[in-house]
């Protein structure tokens, strides 16, 4: 039996969650030891998943929380950390090999981007990373010689189907998109969505941030960006097509016009565990994919137009520089206004827009550069 320690960033979360399942389907093939952890509001699932792994760290980015768990698990040897810091702790902790880095947002970019300086393997859930700081980021991977797996489930099928293909020429990466609750509505159907519309998927259970993103289209456009960086390709090389299924999960296209996909049942359990056994494959507990059940697979065009965050996101993509970092950063906005009833639906993209068209682009932006744009945007 294999054994590996990890480190969680975000474990409270719906990848962090799916991601300690997986720790448990794994006993007895692939021992993981779960070294630290982190979590920001939720202390009660902090307490009881720091009981059950023993991690020798727990971070805690709001330090009220911090406290209230400090005495929770005053009865054990747990070492509770807070804020920045005690996340950079939590992503760097000496024996730990890989970390899985699942917050949400732009919190995320700093912790893994100093486990990436401390030479950790990265699991990479938080697709903000990529879209705010690419350049830097994948420099850095490189500079550490570390291994980065995708664990956003596109990039992972994509990794799938890049394997033993890597010195060929790739003339698409063809990105599926589910399409979300609001596909084939048309902008003045999508006037009153409430945010209880919004968060109910049809096929994937998440997080709310990434749950609004889908339903916007702005996660797909994240998702572009995210491909850009992973597979060095260009924003023109990624088509996106919506396949309401969400049985393949996205595939690549050589340039003999023979296309690979990657299928599996929509669950995030599978690249969490691909990430987690790399190179090897093995068992999974979950249900097998029935091609009799499901019987047919369909694909459409998506709509630019109606779902503007894609379209908005592309751009970002093309003009470089700070400003898929201004995107992101207006776009995490919106959503969080949104999620507490402040702006409808449609002004998430109003909103990205606007933020974009007065942006002053650096090019070449340093971490610095991009932490001041993230900073200034949230404080307009
Ligand atoms: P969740 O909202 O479910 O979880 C987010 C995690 O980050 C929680 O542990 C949360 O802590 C923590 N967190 C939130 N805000 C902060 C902060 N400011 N500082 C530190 N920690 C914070 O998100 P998901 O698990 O859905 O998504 C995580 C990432 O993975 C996102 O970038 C998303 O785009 C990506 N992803 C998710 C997929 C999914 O199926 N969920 C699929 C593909 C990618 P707490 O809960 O304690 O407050
Ligand atoms: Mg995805």
Request: with cysteine.
């Amino acid at each position: 039996v294999i054994k590996i320690n990890i480190s969680i960033l975000g474990s409270t979360g719906s990848i962090g969650t799916q991601a300690l399942e997986v720790v448990d389907d794994l006993k007895g093939i692939k021992d993981i030891t779960v070294k630290a952890i982190s979590g920001n509001r939720n202390i009660k699932l902090l307490e009881e998943q720091a009981r059950k792994y023993k991690p020798l760290i727990v971070g805690v980015s709001d330090e009220s929380g911090a406290k209230e768990l400090k005495t929770k698990l005053a009865d054990t040897d747990i070492k509770v950390v807070c804020g920045e810091e005690g996340l950079i702790e939590v992503a760097t902790e000496k024996d730990t090999e890989m970390v899985l880095s699942s917050i949400v947002g732009f919190a995320g970019l700093v912790p893994t981007m100093k486990a990436i300086e401390a030479k950790k393997d990265i699991a990479l859930a938080n697709k903000e990373t990529l879209v705010t700081a690419g350049q830097l980021f994948m420099d850095k991977i490189k500079e550490n010689n570390v291994r980065l797996l995708p664990v956003d489930s596109e990039h992972c099928a994509i990794f799938q189907c890049l394997e033993g293909n890597r010195d060929r020429k790739l003339r698409k990466i063809l990105l599926t998109a589910s399409g979300g609750p609001f596909f084939g509505r048309k902008r003045n159907e999508l006037l009153d969505i409430k945010k209880e519309d919004a968060l109910k998927h049809p096929n994937w259970s998440m997080g709310a941030k990434i749950t609004i993103d889908s339903a916007t289209l702005m996660n797909k456009g994240l998702e572009i960006l995210e491909a850009k960086w992973l597979f060095g390709v260009d924003i023109e090389d990624i088509e996106v097509i919506v396949h309401r299924e969400s049985i393949i999960h996205s595939m690549v296209e050589y340039n003999d016009l023979s296309v690979i996909a990657q299928l599996s049942l929509p669950s995030m359990k599978h690249p969490i565990q691909f990430a987690f056994t790399y190179p090897k494959r093995e068992i999974s507990p979950d249900k097998r994919l029935s091609f009799a059940e499901i019987g047919k697979l369909t694909f459409f065009e998506p709509d630019r137009d109606t779902f503007k965050c894609l379209a908005l996101a592309e751009r970002s993509g093309k003009v470089g520089g700070t400003m898929p970092t201004a995107m992101n950063a207006a776009n995490e906005i919106a959503v969080a206004k949104f999620l507490n009833d402040e702006i409808g639906f449609l002004e998430i993209a109003d909103f990205v827009e606007d933020v974009m068209n007065s942006h002053k682009v650096i090019e070449n932006p340093t971490i610095e550069d991009i932490l001041r744009v993230n900073e200034e945007i949230r404080s307009l």
